[in-house]
């Protein structure tokens, strides 16, 4: 029997350079994927596209609130552009820039939709970035700063905070070309930068508390999470395993969970650490483990997990298992273990930040847009969800990935993961079949998904 409490939060999520667009409007400054896109020679992202028009939610998002609402959405993660807000990242405010995130809260907030903010998704202004970037320990403090402007800004209006989004696609820009800023340091380098991100979000904690102590704040990392072939004992203790042991492989321990969140909650790196972490781990003073701030809650990004034996061994895929438009594999477990694994090391409440897939969507002849394999993806992996609530762990909401089709980073606009599609020659929305359907699941709180 599939079920959820009775204050189970049920929303969407986006980010600022994924939808907005207006990306030099009103006073914003550059961002390192403004740079990434807009390079010489050509950007490196699928047929040269970029976020400058994105889907306008700039211009758009009272369209977009009133669909919002029309679909029962609770909730709307969405982030901060920070170069929108402060253009140089770290001096004079941009008015206009606050005054449209403004008019978002409000507006969010009149038609019963929840704002939960992100300060950062990836989208560094430049100035920073020209200053060494994350790699720059002095982010700690600029970070903070930021933190704090937005909380004086949205104080009584926005209850949820999520600091960084992903710190590990944060890295990733640091040692990959496929994305901003398109870097390549060395991995003792990289360990530095997930210790600096790792303080940021301390630091940005501790300021939002000092304004607002009654929000909430979150992190919100991806990353390796294993699922056992065969629900055991052994098959679960193995699963648990592998989740949190690192790769000694170059760059694959970069892909962990627990790279981010063992140093903000258990101030300290696994020792299955690599050579690298190692190395830049016995540089850090004890002063900065003290400095450490235990998220309230982990938001965490599930798409897929990797499925490990009873020896805790990858499990080989068989011919044709199924998989997205992006060719992720479909692994609904991972939505029931993975919050399990991060609860049992941790002990910190859960928030599902995305989850959703990509899908080959089209306008059909009858004007609508068809997408039952979201639907079929998405009742599966919430009937797993359930199956973690059930087994005691503290989920507070799921925010599916994404309310709108949105420019997917180094994929450009051949993914569509919304719920709702955008024509993006006119930025018609059209709501897919998967966004009524939803609207029913968090209308019935998902009873629905217990119907054949």
């Known amino acids: 029997m599939v ?36 390079r010489f020679g050509g ?93 720059n320990r002095e982010m700690v403090d600029i970070f903070a700063r930021y933190a704090e402007v937005i909380a004086k800004r949205f104080k009584g209006r926005v209850k949820k905070y999520m600091t960084i989004n992903e710190p590990q696609c944060v890295a990733l820009g640091y040692y990959s070309e496929g994305a901003a800023p398109g870097w390549r340091c060395p991995e003792e380098d990289v360990a530095r930068l997930f210790h600096i991100l790792a303080l940021s979000h301390s630091a940005a904690q501790r300021a939002i508390k000092a304004v607002d102590p009654e929000a909430l704040v979150g992190l919100v990392p991806c990353g390796k999470l294993c699922c056992p072939v065969e629900d055991t004992p052994e098959g679960r203790q193995s699963a648990y395993r592998a989740t949190f042991e690192m790769s000694k492989e170059p760059w694959r321990w970069a892909f962990n969970t627990n790279i981010i969140l063992d140093s903000v909650i258990l101030r300290r790196y696994d020792d299955s650490a690599p050579a690298p972490v190692r ?36 499990a080989a895929l068989h011919r044709g298992f199924p998989r997205t438009a992006l060719k992720w594999p479909v692994t609904p477990e991972v939505i029931h273990f993975g919050p399990m694994h991060l609860h049992r090391r941790y002990g910190l409440p859960i928030m599902i930040t995305e989850n959703g897939l990509s899908c080959n969507d089209i306008i059909f002849r009858d004007g609508k847009v068809h997408d039952p394999k979201r639907i079929d993806f998405l009742h599966r992996y919430l009937t797993e969800l359930s199956k973690a609530i059930a087994e005691g762990v503290p989920v507070m909401g799921y925010l599916q990935w994404s309310f709108l089709d949105n420019f997917e980073w180094s994929s450009g606009y051949d993914e569509r993961f919304g719920i709702v599609y955008v024509d993006y020659p006119t930025l018609r929305r059209i709501p897919k079949d998967s966004a009524a359907w939803y609207a029913r699941v968090i209308a019935t709180n998902g009873d629905c998904l217990n119907e054949d």
């Open 3 to 38: 079920r959820f409490p009775s204050d189970f939060i049920w929303g969407v999520a986006c980010a600022s350079y994924q939808c907005e667009g207006g990306w030099d409007a009103d006073g914003k400054g550059p961002s390192i994927w403004d740079d990434f896109c807009h």
């Open 279 to 314: 190395k830049f781990a016995a540089t850090v003073p004890q002063g900065d483990w003290e400095a450490m701030e235990a998220p309230d809650f982990i938001g965490i990004n599930l798409y897929n997990g990797d499925m490990v034996d009873a020896e805790g061994r990858p």
């Open 43 to 135: 950007s490196p992202v699928k047929n040269n596209d970029n976020g400058d028009i994105a889907c306008d939610s700039y211009h758009r998002y009272p369209e977009d609130i009133a669909l919002m609402k029309r679909l029962n959405i609770q909730a709307y993660r969405f982030s901060i552009s920070w170069a929108r807000v402060m253009p140089d990242g770290d001096g004079p405010l941009n008015e206009a820039g606050l005054d449209y995130y403004d008019d978002l809260v409000d507006r969010l907030l009149a038609n019963g939709i929840e704002p939960m903010i992100t300060l950062y998704h990836w989208d560094l202004p430049s100035a920073l970035q020209y200053r060494g970037g994350w790699l």
